[in-house]
């Protein structure tokens, strides 16, 4: 089974920084790879709306709402990924969640694995 885990998530004042991050495993087995990775972020009462995409060779994507505030980053080695939030705002507000597209794994590839998400407030 792939398992997804997000932390850093916390209470930070409107203008603050928050570093989330997201560990990929597979408890049947090895992973050999991990496709596109990305970040998705839901408000209360909001859909889950994309926030950031990494592919597996490091080119990245954002959402209008986010772009030159937020970075996303990957590390291969430790199957780690990252958001780095700066200049935050209140409607930054959400629970973030980290998706992988496709892994392939020691049985067989997996698809569209998601974590249980990190809360991240934001105070005006």
């Known amino acids: 089974q792939v398992h997804l885990v997000e932390s850093g998530g916390g209470l930070v004042q409107a203008g603050g920084s928050l570093l989330l991050s997201c560990a990929v495993s597979?408890?049947?087995?090895?992973?050999?790879?991990?496709?596109?990775m990305r970040w998705f972020r839901q408000a209360p009462g909001k859909q889950r709306d994309f926030v950031a995409m990494i592919s597996s060779v490091g080119d990245s994507e954002y959402a209008a709402s986010v772009k030159d505030r937020f970075a996303i980053s990957r590390d291969n080695a430790k199957k780690m990924i990252y958001l780095q939030m700066n200049n935050l705002k209140p409607e930054d507000t959400a629970v973030y969640y980290c998706?992988?597209?496709?892994?392939?794994?020691?049985?067989?590839?997996?698809?569209?694995?998601w974590g249980q998400g990190t809360q991240v407030t934001v105070s005006s």
């Open positions: 998706k992988a597209d496709r892994l392939v794994t020691a049985r067989g590839p997996r698809y569209d694995a």
């Open positions: 597979f408890s049947s087995g090895v992973i050999f790879g991990i496709g596109d």
